[in-house]
């Protein structure tokens, strides 16, 4: 089976940086994505890691390290729209099924305050 | 392009009716999938559509539950009769390859 673990809740002033940590226990592991989802609206793509290391996309970093079933997510000059939850999603092989499927955390809610 | 499309966004019903979900997916998509998340609990996965075949459906609860893709165009799930434990978020997502995702808005089922 898999066990995704990830913060509940964290905080974090505008402007500044944090970091969101997920560690996932899995076999047949096909990647690790995090999304972005404000209540009420539908879960957003933030990045992809299936190699290790660190994937950069403006104000958005995520990080992986496969052998110790670690990832974060890096948000650089916070602003108050970033306040919303992020969930971390691990993609493995179901071999019975011959398909992939996502399991999810249950996400952090991160708020942003001034 | 438009995006995946849920309806409705919000159903409250009574135990033991029936409701029908839809989800549109990014057209061309041939991968569709459902998803639940319970309350307090996280979002978990019910089913996957390559097309009109059901690729996966190991994530159905119980056989209360029916999955349809018709065309292998817009998705379907039934749930019949409803129980009390179904109350929750129900997301669709579509993909054209096994890489990225695309979440509809989600219904909210609210069973009483």
């Known amino acids: 089976g898999q066990n995704i673990d990830q913060p509940t809740e964290m905080t974090a002033t505008e402007g500044a940086i944090v970091q969101i940590n997920c560690t996932y226990q899995t076999s047949g592991f096909n990647g690790l994505f995090w999304y972005q989802q404000h209540a009420g609206e539908a879960p957003t793509f933030l990045s992809y890691?299936?190699?290790?290391g660190l994937e950069e996309k403006g104000r958005f970093s995520s990080f992986l390290s496969r052998s110790k079933g670690y990832s974060y997510l890096l948000l650089k000059e916070l602003q108050m729209k970033d306040s919303a939850s992020y969930l971390c999603?691990?993609?493995?092989?179901?071999?019975?099924?011959?398909?992939?499927?996502?399991?999810f955390g249950k996400g952090t809610k991160l708020s942003v305050i001034p | 392009e438009a995006g995946v499309t849920q309806f409705p966004s919000h159903s409250v019903i009574e135990k033991g009716q029936t409701v029908t979900l839809r989800c549109d997916p990014i057209?061309?998509?041939?991968?569709l999938y459902w998803y639940r998340r319970v309350m307090g609990k996280e979002i978990k996965f019910l089913l996957h559509?390559?097309?009109?075949?059901?690729?996966?459906e190991s994530g159905m609860p119980n056989n209360r539950f029916l999955a349809e893709r018709t065309g292998g165009t817009y998705s379907t799930l039934k749930v019949q009769p409803a129980e009390l434990e179904d109350s929750g978020v129900y997301f669709c997502?579509?993909?054209?390859?096994?890489?990225?995702?695309?979440f509809g808005s989600g219904t909210r089922l609210t069973v009483v």
């Open positions: 997502a579509s993909s054209d390859s096994n890489y990225g995702y695309t």
């Open positions: 890691n299936v190699l290790d």
């Open positions: 559509f390559v097309k009109e075949s059901k690729q996966d």
């Open positions: 057209s061309g998509h041939d991968n």
């Open positions: 999603a691990v993609r493995a092989l179901y071999s019975g099924a011959g398909s992939y499927q996502l399991t």
